[in-house]
């Protein structure tokens, strides 16, 4: 009972990261898309769906638009509730997997949590957010994008980009969570600790020792 208790403790710390990217993306999402609950007495007016705000310059703006797919804008036809219920199981299996894992390396973990950090963010928006605005039944909502970067002319064998997908950041938490991975992946194996390498000679030598002077 007491290591599952440690155990309990040392994955909760972890998805501390977990929650802030959770609270980030979500109130950064009710700033683009604006927000109303008058009993609490919330009023966020956001922005226009497909309207943009330069940050720096043509670089980078906020673009709001939105998706009832995947990360960047993917979509997914017909799908939207079996992505939702995908999402669920998903996240559930990470924080599984984050406890199974509580002894790991603690970059291996919050590679792990800003995954988790990034499913969650994305699931909330499938989940409630067709609900909260009015605009679909529960597990039928549309993620809130806005990230808008520019990026390099790229016109080959038919696919054409100007400029990278619009994206939010739960998006960009589930994309470091896996690119640390594969940066770091070596890292997080536990090597084992190599055997000092044995002289066969001295061997040889000390079992000659033993028959020529055998022990009364």
């Not at 009710?30 to 956001?46: A, H």
């Not at 036809?77 to 559930?92: P, Q, W």
């Not at 080959?156 to 969570?177: K, P």
Request: aromatic share 12%; charged share 20%.
């Amino acid at each position: 009972m007491q290591k599952f208790e440690e155990g309990i403790n040392v994955t909760v710390r972890v998805l501390f990261l977990t929650a802030f990217i959770v609270i980030a993306d979500q109130v950064s999402k009710f700033v683009i898309k604006g927000l109303e609950v008058p009993s609490l007495e919330i009023s966020i007016k956001g922005m226009q769906l497909g309207t943009s705000i330069p940050v720096l310059g043509d670089f980078l703006r906020i673009t709001f638009i939105e998706n009832p797919g995947m990360a960047f804008g993917i979509e997914v036809v017909d799908g939207k509730l079996f992505l939702t219920l995908f999402s669920i199981v998903a996240s559930a299996g990470i924080l599984l997997y984050l406890y199974v894992m509580r002894t790991e390396k603690l970059l291996f973990r919050i590679s792990l949590a800003l995954i988790l950090g990034g499913a969650i963010g994305n699931l909330i928006d499938r989940t409630f957010y067709g609900v909260i605005y009015n605009e679909s039944e529960l597990f039928h909502g549309k993620v809130v994008d806005f990230i808008d970067i520019d990026f390099i002319n790229i016109d080959l064998w038919g696919f054409s980009l100007t400029r990278f997908w619009v994206f939010n950041i739960a998006d960009a938490s589930v994309s470091i969570g896996v690119l640390m991975m594969l940066l770091f992946h070596r890292s997080f194996v536990d090597q084992d600790e190599a055997l000092p390498a044995v002289d066969s000679t001295s061997v040889s030598a000390r079992e000659s020792s033993t028959e020529s002077n055998p022990t009364t």
